[in-house]
């Protein structure tokens, strides 16, 4: 199993354009999740899903979109890439929605807007 | 509104020094669950321990110690005869009683320097 994985690792952007952040999962987990991880700030929640055809907003979604067509992917996009957006990106996944189990990693998502 | 404090910012001790991570958290849910997560200096994130708000009892796993005290809202991380290989940012995070989702609020982090 891969596990969780993320692409790009690294990616800068300038202001005002638009990107994918792509998160797939080999594991057939139900729950999956977009974080952003910034300085003194721990990992916030921007978008999650429930399952196929489910998301729902985190803690911190405006600038961000997301759709879960299939179990295994779940792609990020940012729409208009602003400077506040610069952060460190990770997805998660996780066996069951019913009930907080551990949640899987990705590797993370560098990006830099400049 | 559910809330995870690690106040200590950062922490250095010497290699074999006993240290402990101090996590408080805030929710009026009745059933919640509780974790820690390790992050190296690689950046990918590594679980270490769930524990549910039924289950006080503390729990051991090699050098790893956890106290979960809910008259006190905290579930303190302590690590015995630390080692260089331990120095990481380590976040304490917590999930609710939800009907749906399985949201995780995370705090701060604490970076723990072990210097040999």
């Known amino acids: 199993n891969a596990g969780v994985t993320q692409t790009p690792k690294f990616q800068v952007l300038k202001t005002g354009q638009s990107m994918t952040l792509q998160c797939a999962q080999d594991m057939n987990h139900e729950y999956m999740s977009w974080y952003r991880q910034d300085p003194g700030m721990g990992l916030r929640l921007i978008h999650y899903?429930?399952?196929?055809?489910?998301?729902d907003q985190g803690e911190v979604p405006n600038g961000y979109n997301v759709s879960r067509s299939t179990t295994e992917d779940f792609p990020l996009r940012l729409l208009s890439a602003a400077p506040s957006q610069t952060s460190v990106y990770f997805c998660?996944?996780?066996?069951?929605?019913?009930?907080?189990?551990?949640?899987?990693f990705g590797p993370g998502t560098r990006l830099t807007v400049t | 509104a559910q809330k995870v404090t690690q106040a200590q910012t950062e922490i250095s001790v010497v290699e074999k020094e006993d240290v402990t991570l101090d996590c408080v958290y805030e929710t009026r849910d009745t059933t919640y669950y509780l974790f820690w997560y390790k992050q190296p200096p690689s950046g990918e994130l590594v679980f270490l321990i769930r524990r549910n708000s039924f289950d006080e009892q503390n729990e051991i796993s090699g050098r790893y110690s956890w106290n979960f005290q809910k008259s006190t809202s905290s579930f303190n991380f302590t690590i015995t005869a630390s080692q260089v290989v331990d120095s990481a940012v380590y976040f304490c995070a917590l999930s609710g009683n939800m009907e749906y989702g399985n949201k995780l609020v995370f705090g701060a982090g604490t970076i723990l320097r072990v210097k040999s």
């Open positions: 998660a996944s996780s066996y069951s929605s019913g009930a907080p189990y551990e949640q899987y």
């Open positions: 899903s429930v399952g196929a055809g489910i998301t």
